[in-house]
């Protein structure tokens, strides 16, 4: 069975920085595309970044480009969000997700990733 457990959520500054991370088990991640996604209270679940399982491309939504960066190793099974420069508009849960399909260019859509984590709460507020 498939788990995603995402850590390294919490309260912080605006301007600060946080890393998250998203530990799989029970399969192993090096032929996987994963992305993050997050929710606001009363929104619904929009993309964040991805990576292929080669890590040869990534993808940002708008809102993070030039903020956010993605990382996979493959050897520890994880993959990982940094996350600079947050804003009081970053607050959210972010999960972790998988996609066993393999595609050349990460997808964007939530309903092509197959496998989620229960998500970590980022609040960001001065």
């Known amino acids: 069975q498939v788990h995603l457990v995402e850590s390294g959520g919490g309260l912080v500054h605006p301007g600060a920085s946080l890393e998250l991370s998203c530990r799989v088990s029970g399969r192993a991640i090096s032929t996987e595309n994963m992305g993050w996604f997050r929710q606001a209270p009363g929104k619904e679940r929009e993309f964040v970044a991805a990576i292929t399982w080669s890590a040869g491309s990534q993808s940002f939504a708008d809102s993070v480009k030039g903020r956010f960066n993605i990382a996979r190793d493959d050897a520890k099974n994880t993959v990982s969000l940094h996350m600079n420069m947050l804003k009081p508009a970053d607050t959210a849960v972010y999960y972790c997700?998988?996609?066993?399909?393999?595609?050349?260019?990460?997808?964007?859509?939530?309903?092509?990733?197959?496998?989620w984590g229960q998500g970590t709460q980022v609040s960001v507020s001065s």
């Open positions: 997700a998988l996609d066993q399909k393999s595609a050349i260019l990460p997808s964007m859509n939530s309903h092509d990733y197959d496998y």
